[in-house]
C-alpha cells in the first residue's frame, strides 16, 4: 500500500512575476499526480497538497529549489490526494483575504512590521512577563467567530468577523482601542492569519503585538490540553474538529438543546444550511437540526 501525505505551507516574499510561479507550480503538482489548493500573489505563497508520499517530497524539494521558496517550512499531515476534489492554482490579490492588498508590505524576510513570533514556552514567558508587571496579556482570535465557539485560548476576546475581511472593519470600530497599550497575542490554526492581522493591528496603533508562529497547530503539539489553550481545534477539513488529547474539554453547546457538543452541522433547512453546533441527538432529528434563525421564522 501506497503511503499518502498531506502538506501544509506558507511564505510571505516579493514575487515578482506571480503567474510564472502559478503556471510552474501547477506543471510540477500535475506531474507528481498532487492535488489541493494553492495561492499565489505578488507577497507570496499559501498551499495545501496531497499525494503520495514520494511524490510530496519531490514536490517540496523542487519547490524549495526556487531561491525565494528556499527556506520555506513545510508541516506534515495525515492524508493524500483524495483529500481534495482536484488541483487549483490560482494568483490572488492576497495569499490570505483580508481585503487589504495595499496595505501589506513583505520582504525576503517575510511581513515588515508584523507582531513579534513567539515559541509556544515563549508564549508563557510573556504572559509572566506582564503578570510581573502587573499588566495583563490579551488573546486576540484570528480566526473567523464560529471557530472560537469549540475552542479558544481562555479568556482570549474573539472578534465578531464572519469572514477574515471583517476584521479590519472590526479592529477600525474602537473596540479594542483598551488594548492599544497591552500586550496583545494574536493567534491563529496554523499562524497565516496573524501574520497579516498582526501587521495590521501594528498599523493601526497597538504598541505590543505578538503572534504564535505555527499557531494552535504548533502551541497544542507541545501543551496538549494542559496549556493555556482549551477545548477543540476547528480544522478546514472533513474531520471538522480535531482535539490534542483525551483531557479536551467540549466548550461548545449545541445551538437546539444546549448539550455540550463540538460538532458543526449544517442547518436542515435547504435554503438555509447555516453552520451550527448541534449535539448528536439533535443532529439525528430533522426538526431540532435548525438554526436559531430557522425556528424563528418558523414561529412567525
Ligand atoms: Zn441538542
Ligand atoms: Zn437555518
Redesign the pocket.
Known amino acids: 500500500m501506497a503511503l499518502n501525505r498531506i502538506l501544509l505551507y506558507y511564505q510571505f516574499t516579493p514575487l515578482a512575476d506571480p503567474e510564472a510561479v502559478r503556471l510552474w507550480q501547477h506543471t510540477l503538482c500535475e506531474s507528481l499526480g498532487l492535488r489541493g489548493r494553492i495561492i499565489i500573489s505578488k507577497d507570496g505563497i499559501n498551499g495545501t497538497v496531497g499525494g503520495e508520499l514520494n511524490a510530496i517530497k519531490q514536490y517540496r524539494k523542487k519547490t524549495r529549489e526556487y531561491a525565494p521558496f528556499k527556506s520555506m517550512e513545510f508541516k506534515w499531515s495525515e492524508g493524500g490526494a483524495e483529500d481534495f476534489p482536484r488541483l487549483s492554482v490560482k494568483v490572488r490579490d492576497e495569499i490570505v483575504s483580508f481585503g487589504a492588498p495595499g496595505e501589506l508590505k513583505v520582504d525576503e524576510n517575510g511581513v515588515i512590521g508584523g507582531g513579534v513570533h513567539l515559541k509556544p514556552e515563549q508564549v508563557h514567558e510573556v504572559v509572566d512577563a506582564a503578570k510581573a508587571e502587573g499588566k495583563e496579556v490579551a488573546f486576540f482570535d484570528g480566526r473567523n467567530a464560529f471557530e472560537a465557539q469549540i475552542g479558544k485560548f481562555k479568556n482570549a476576546i474573539v472578534p465578531d468577523v464572519d469572514t477574515t475581511r471583517d476584521f479590519i472593519k472590526e479592529i477600525d470600530s474602537g473596540k479594542y482601542d483598551h488594548l492599544k497599550d497591552q500586550p496583545v497575542i494574536t493567534y491563529c490554526t496554523g499562524g497565516i492569519r496573524c501574520e497579516v492581522l498582526s501587521a495590521l493591528m501594528k498599523n493601526r496603533g497597538f504598541e505590543e503585538v505578538y503572534q504564535i508562529d505555527g499557531g494552535i497547530v504548533r502551541y497544542g503539539e507541545k501543551y496538549g490540553d494542559s496549556g493555556l489553550w482549551e477545548g477543540s481545534l476547528y480544522v478546514f477539513d472533513q474531520r471538522m474538529h480535531m482535539e490534542f488529547t483525551e483531557d479536551a474539554v467540549t466548550i461548545g453547546k449545541?445551538?437546539?438543546?444546549?448539550?455540550p457538543?463540538n460538532k458543526f452541522e449544517n442547518c436542515s433547512n435547504p435554503s438555509c444550511r447555516n453552520l451550527r453546533l448541534?449535539?448528536?441527538?439533535?443532529?439525528q432529528d430533522e426538526e431540532?437540526l435548525r438554526c436559531p434563525d430557522c425556528v424563528e421564522s418558523a414561529h412567525i
Open positions: 449545541c445551538v437546539n438543546c444546549s448539550a457538543t448541534f449535539c448528536a441527538e439533535c443532529a431540532a
